[in-house]
């Protein structure tokens, strides 16, 4: 079946210009998480999304990051104002979340946005 | 100050031999682990997991052991092969599955 996609698969923008990156779940999954991976770095966490309830926003670098999820499925992250130390590839995963323990993300390929 | 450490950012074994690639965590928090593979320019692919009720898991070449006095655990490739060159992440989680902490990775070279 299809997996996580993301779009766009490369980004450059200049400094200062806002930036939408899209994450589409695999269909039925109920949690949606966005992550980060400069260059020489692990993967950083910047928001959860369970279902209907309130994003869990603790991992977001600062308010220029916001993110949203349209019907439960699609979720849009955008950075205004980006900055140069915003260039990294940004990471969407899914998970069905209906065994808890055993809740498995399943990533997209990525995004990677280079901010000039 | 990183909270899941990976602390040899190479490793190389030879085929047929075994990979161990390690993992620290220092909140005592955390209760579930994950094993992730990545290959270039594509998304971490989930290998294996272990909760803090185990303190080992095995799913054919694959075996993940888990001490948590020493918060500490390993990923055991046996026996290693070519195909598994990619890097790894080591992953924790204190709330069943939300909000993982990564580590930074290992890259493996299994040599022909």
Request: glycine content about 10%; proline content about 5%; some cysteine.
């Amino acid at each position: 079946g299809a997996g996580v996609s993301q779009s766009p698969s490369n980004k450059v923008t200049e400094k200062g210009k806002d930036v939408e990156l899209r994450c589409d779940p695999i269909s039925g999954h109920t949690a949606l998480y966005w992550y980060r991976q400069s260059l020489g770095q692990g993967l950083e966490f910047l928001i959860y999304f369970q279902g209907n309830s309130a994003p869990d926003k603790s991992g977001l670098p600062s308010d220029r990051f916001s993110a949203e999820r349209t019907g439960g499925s699609v979720s849009t992250l955008t950075i205004q104002r980006t900055q140069q130390e915003d260039s990294a590839v940004y990471l969407c995963a899914s998970s069905s979340d209906t065994h808890g323990l055993t809740d498995t993300q399943y990533f997209g390929p990525g995004t990677r946005l280079t901010v000039l | 100050d990183q909270q899941v450490k990976q602390n040899s950012p190479s490793l190389s074994v030879q085929e047929g031999r075994i990979s161990i690639l390690n993992c620290d965590y220092t909140n005592s928090m955390f209760d579930y682990f994950l094993w992730y593979k990545k290959y270039p320019a594509e998304g971490p692919t989930f290998l294996i997991s272990i909760s803090s009720i185990k303190d080992k898991n095995e799913d054919g070449r694959f075996t993940v052991f888990l001490n948590k006095s020493a918060k500490h655990l390993s990923l055991h490739i046996v026996p290693s092969q070519p195909g598994d060159s990619a890097v790894y992440f080591c992953a924790a989680s204190g709330n069943y599955g939300q909000n993982f902490v990564f580590g930074p990775g290992t890259r493996l070279s299994v040599l022909p």
